[in-house]
């Protein structure tokens, strides 16, 4: 690695939209190493929280900063979206699009699409259109297009919400792999026994503010507020 | 698609050349009477010259007359051309043949206006029975022709009900009209016998003097307009003006009928 | 009832026997208005798809006028061209009334608020759906449209089509900038419009079902081409 990307630091974040506060003021770091998965009710911020960070949504104040240039941050993460986003092309067009976009050789792009397609198993679906995929397919093709540019970090937002069991495990195989080799995850979900497989941190988002944050382990276990432990018995917080 | 690209690109540029030309402007009635056909062919053989017609009303010609976007106008309007003239947007007027109007109706003249003594009796029949009338209405010289007789009537189309119907169109779609209507219409005799739809419609008057149509031949002037073909337009005057142009004109019919008259002044009587 | 027949018949007689003024007319027509949609195109694609994903304060303005002009009519185009391109107006000097060149011009001017109209509104849906997605990946402004441009071409295909079907059947504003000079800029509208005004509705007609039929070859041959590239590509 030439230069580190992470950590990333939010300072005094807020995201305001016709007047109402989505998110903030969050204040947070993110270290090069983890998997954080963000936990919270529906409506907390999780999603707004992901694309603030990633530089998807605008900041009404505050600021994200990463220890590389906006620009060459940007090319170094990767975003995996709810319900994902196929371009209308086959499946190797789509794994090849990003290192397309990068500039990447023609020989690399070739040698990048083999691999992540037999990673996700669609060796023999290359040719398929991309839009025609089931649902849990077309997650895999999201994560292995958002993978095959080796982002230093990974966000994911709820990318099992419609997937079948099947699907779900496989997802979690690919991410565990990515973990492993250094790839840093924030991941949200609304799927506790999820949270619980993969973690090393937990991100508990409250009305829009991060209400507790901790090592997984301490999180789950014995959470510290009484919103984190209802949340974690299950009862629907508003 | 870049061989659709190519293939056009390669067609919009084919456009460019082509042999000497020039731009006359002619009224509807004279493009409809079929006599261009003749003449084109020959003068392009006599003079190597390709004559582009601009088929207007004489409105119109005139008009591009004035903004230099024709060489020359081939028009029937005596006072708009002396006009014309006199304002410097042509050189001269030279007469070079004319036609005559008929009064075209229903076969079964439901206003009598057959048999009228001459022209204006024959149109104040239509307005006293208030039978359907077209107009062309576009200041074309058919049209002018068409209010100078109302006029020679003592009848004035402003004050005219719902059966004077102007059309605002062309020789051709102003008969398709009147045809439509079984209305009357003024039209020049060259249209009329060409006009393919005549459906219940004849000639009900002809004959009178009054209606006769000079067509005049008028060079736009090149001190107004640098640009324009002054040799060609001299060449075309000098040919429509010739011996084998008379014998074209002449010898022209339709149906058996005789359309035109030559009457051009040999060269230097003007 | 007759005329349609006699109609009918004039067009098959005129296509049997290829006659020479038929096909010189017709391969008028095609030149002017396929020039003519191929500059459009150049024009109106990278601007109504712009126009689609570029946030800008006068954003509506320009796609308000874009709609208005859409509706402009033809012989409105016309009488501005000629106007224009007269030996007495701003750009007499350069000689084009009265040729293809003109006619093209006034066609351009034509079709191409409606080709970026129809690609603004495909684009509009089409970035809705890639937008998080490009600037997820860091596409540059130019990646984007060209993207978007890829894979909408199908919705692009069809308002290239809407766009030569308005040009093929155009009549008004030609006449006036053409001047339907005989062998020179007579395409098969114009001389529709003449036969009519000769009363000779057989010929006008038969030229209509030959316009007819050329438009409907172009939309075939055009779906038979993007068929078999989709395909080759998938």
């Given at each position: 690695m030439v230069t580190a990307l992470l950590p990333v630091r939010v300072k005094q974040a807020v995201v305001r939209r016709r007047g109402k506060t989505?998110?903030?003021?969050v204040d947070l770091e993110l270290g090069p190493r983890g998997f954080t998965i963000v936990l919270g009710p529906n409506g907390a911020g999780k999603t707004t929280l992901l694309k603030t960070i990633h530089g998807l949504s605008r900041l009404s104040s505050g600021h994200v900063k990463w220890s590389l240039p906006a620009a060459e941050a940007r090319q170094r993460q990767g975003y995996v979206f709810q319900s994902p986003i196929m371009l209308r092309r086959s499946v190797r067009a789509n794994l090849a699009y990003p290192l397309r976009l990068a500039g990447a050789r023609q020989k690399d792009i070739a040698e990048a699409v083999e691999h992540w397609a037999g990673a996700i198993g669609l060796s023999g679906a290359l040719?398929?259109?991309?839009?025609?995929?089931s649902g849990g397919e077309k997650q895999k093709l999201a994560l292995a297009r958002a993978l095959i540019r080796s982002p230093d970090i990974l966000f994911l937002d709820?990318?099992?919400?419609?997937?079948d069991g099947r699907s779900m495990r496989e997802i979690e195989t690919l991410l565990q792999k990515a973990h492993d080799a250094g790839t840093r995850i924030v991941m949200s979900t609304h799927d506790l026994a999820q949270a619980q497989r993969l973690a090393t941190d937990i991100l508990f988002l409250f009305n829009g503010t991060v209400h507790e944050s901790g090592p997984a382990e301490q999180c789950l276990r014995s959470p510290r507020t009484a919103e984190l432990a209802a949340f974690l018995r299950g009862d629907i917080l508003e | 698609m870049t061989r659709i690209l190519t293939i056009t690109a390669a067609l919009f540029f084919a456009f460019a050349a082509q042999a000497e030309t020039m731009k006359l402007a002619v009224t509807t009635s004279f493009a409809n009477s079929g006599l261009a056909d003749l003449l084109l062919p020959a003068i392009q053989e006599d003079t190597g010259l390709e004559v582009q017609l601009l088929i207007v009303g004489t409105g119109q010609a005139l008009r591009l007359g004035e903004a230099g976007d024709v060489d020359a106008i081939l028009v029937h309007s005596r006072k708009a051309e002396d006009a014309f003239v006199e304002a410097g947007y042509g050189t001269h007027r030279r007469e070079i043949m004319y036609n005559d109007f008929v009064l075209i109706g229903p076969q079964n003249d439901p206003a009598t206006a057959?048999?009228?003594?001459?022209a204006p009796m024959a149109f104040r029949s239509i307005a006293t029975a208030l039978a359907p009338f077209v107009s062309r209405?576009?200041?074309s010289g058919t049209h002018k022709k068409e209010l100078a007789l109302w006029a020679a009537a003592d009848l004035?189309?402003?004050?005219?009900?719902?059966?004077?119907?102007?059309?605002?169109?062309?020789m051709g779609a102003a008969l398709n009209t009147a045809a439509g209507l079984e209305a009357y219409i003024l039209s020049d005799r060259a249209s009329w016998l060409n006009?393919?739809?005549?459906?219940?419609?004849?000639?009900?008057?002809a004959g009178d003097p009054i209606l006769f149509n000079q067509y005049a031949y008028i060079p736009v002037n090149p001190e107004r307009?640098?640009?324009?073909?002054a040799d060609a337009t001299r060449a075309l005057e000098d040919w429509l003006t010739g011996p084998r142009a008379q014998g074209l004109i002449d010898g022209y019919t339709i149906a058996g009928e005789k359309l035109f008259t030559f009457n051009a002044q040999s060269a230097g009587a003007e | 009832m007759d005329d349609i027949w006699a109609g009918l018949a004039a067009a098959f007689r005129l296509i049997v026997t290829l006659d020479a003024d038929l096909v010189e007319i017709t391969l008028r027509s095609l030149q002017v208005s396929l020039s003519a949609l191929a500059i459009a195109c150049l024009i109106a694609l990278p601007l109504g798809t712009w126009l689609a994903i570029r946030r800008f304060r006068y954003r509506r303005w320009a796609i308000a006028v874009l709609n208005a002009l859409m509706g402009l009519p033809p012989v409105v185009v016309g009488l501005i061209v000629y106007l224009l391109l007269s030996?007495?107006?701003?750009?007499?000097?350069?000689?084009?009334?009265?040729t293809p060149t003109a006619m093209i011009i006034a066609q351009v001017i034509i079709i191409t608020p409606l080709i970026a109209s129809v690609t603004h509104q495909a684009m509009r849906d089409l970035w809705a759906e890639y937008h998080d997605l490009l600037i997820s990946l860091n596409a540059t402004p130019g990646q984007r449209i060209l993207t978007l441009i890829l894979d909408g071409r199908r919705a692009l295909l069809t308002a290239a089509l809407a766009g030569f079907g308005r040009a093929i059947g155009e009549v008004g504003a030609i006449m006036i900038?053409?001047?339907?000079?005989?062998?020179?800029?007579?395409?098969l509208t114009t001389a529709i419009a003449l036969e009519t005004g000769r009363g000779d509705f057989a010929l006008a007609l038969g030229l209509g079902f030959v316009l007819i039929l050329l438009a409907l070859t172009v939309n075939l041959v055009t779906h038979a081409l993007s068929r078999t590239e989709q395909e080759g590509r998938w």
């Open positions: 989505l998110l903030g003021p040719d398929r259109p991309a839009p025609q995929l709820e990318p099992c919400a419609n997937l | 057959g048999v009228a003594e001459n209405g576009d200041d004035d189309p402003e004050s005219f009900g719902d059966w004077y119907k102007p059309v605002g169109s062309g006009f393919a739809n005549k459906a219940g419609l004849d000639i009900v008057f307009h640098a640009h324009v073909k | 030996r007495s107006g701003p750009f007499g000097v350069l000689g084009l009334l009265f900038v053409g001047g339907n000079i005989d062998h020179a800029t007579r395409v």
